[in-house]
């Protein structure tokens, strides 16, 4: 997948499935335009001021969205962050306390104020709080995965 671009209206689709899920599951808009078309949401997403990220279904899920924020804060590119397995976002030692948390996300269709460390592409400790995490449905009602949204994070390092 390309990454979001006026050339592919930022990833629309996909977009549609974040948001429709989001509201679905959490009740609220995940993110609010003056242009309520997915394209120009699309957009508004991808630009805006907090962390957005999904991943697949694959058995070792990869991401397939990030927006800038996210790419910024974990600092990869668009390329280098969708072939990653989502798994390695988190130290070694935190992957089973990760691995709990999307157990839980599959069982009640999100959570609500997640804190949890994070790792950069460097490195870089962060620890991300107050993040929803949430499960991805399509238009047929099946699942897609997972996605997460968070505006609070401090490095740790």
Known sequence: MDYPSLANSFLAPHVKILCRSYR?????????????SYPAIAEALYNAPFAVVSHDT????LFNYANLKALDLFGFTWAE?????SRLSAEQALQEERD???AEVNLNGFIRHYSGVRISK??????????VVWNLYDHHSVYAGQAACF???CNLD
Request: aromatic content about 8%; charged content about 20%.
């Open 81 to 85: 962050f969708t072939a990653l397995p």
């Open 24 to 36: 679905k599951l959490i009740g609220s808009a995940l993110i609010t335009v003056p242009d309520a």
């Open 151 to 153: 505006a609070d994070w």
């Open 100 to 102: 709990k948390l999307l």
């Open 122 to 131: 460097t490195g870089r400790r962060f620890l991300i709080k107050n993040a």
């Open 58 to 61: 694959s058995q070792d899920p």
